[in-house]
């Protein structure tokens, strides 16, 4: 049965929920909500500690020279935009996984521009695609602010 025969973005009611359970659409949505809002959370917490890289290391040196600051000091702000880019996909990836999406396209461009990271561009490049496909499975599931569905 397609998406479209259930109309899944009419999640609103008990009902409705309980109609969604099994279908794999919703399923996949579920799924890359979570991975969507925890990745760049823990990713934009990293960039304050750099436990899990060094972070600065991937900034193409062109950026570096056109911001105030260190890199580093870049870094807190790329952050506190991941911090908040996971937070709005959590809540609402209608708005948040097109917002994700293109900060990956970015973080890309920046990745091919700094020699020697296309390894890191094009497994980017896969979550950007992931990014994308949560973007059109909310189009589906999560229906635009200040409509409720009865």
């Known amino acids: 049965m397609n998406a479209a025969a259930h109309a899944p973005a009419r999640a609103s009611t008990a009902s409705a929920r309980d109609a969604l359970r099994g279908d794999a659409g919703y399923e996949a949505f579920l799924m890359l909500r979570l991975a969507f809002a925890a990745a760049p959370i823990l ?3 990293d960039k304050f500690f750099n436990v899990m890289v060094d972070w600065p290391t991937y900034l193409a040196p062109w950026i570096n020279d056109l911001v105030p600051g260190s890199a580093q000091n870049l870094m807190y702000v790329v ?11 959590a809540v609402k990836p209608r708005y948040g996984a097109p917002l994700v999406a293109a900060w990956l396209a970015g973080i890309i461009f920046n990745l091919l521009t700094a020699s020697g990271w296309y390894d890191v561009a094009l497994r980017d490049f896969g979550l950007m695609l992931g990014a994308l496909t949560l973007a059109r499975l909310a189009w589906a599931y999560d229906p635009p602010l200040g409509r409720h569905e009865a």
């Not at 952050?79 to 996909?89: H, K, N, P, W």
């Open 43 to 45: 990713f934009g917490l």
């Open 79 to 89: 952050g506190v935009v991941e911090i908040l880019a996971g937070v709005l996909v």
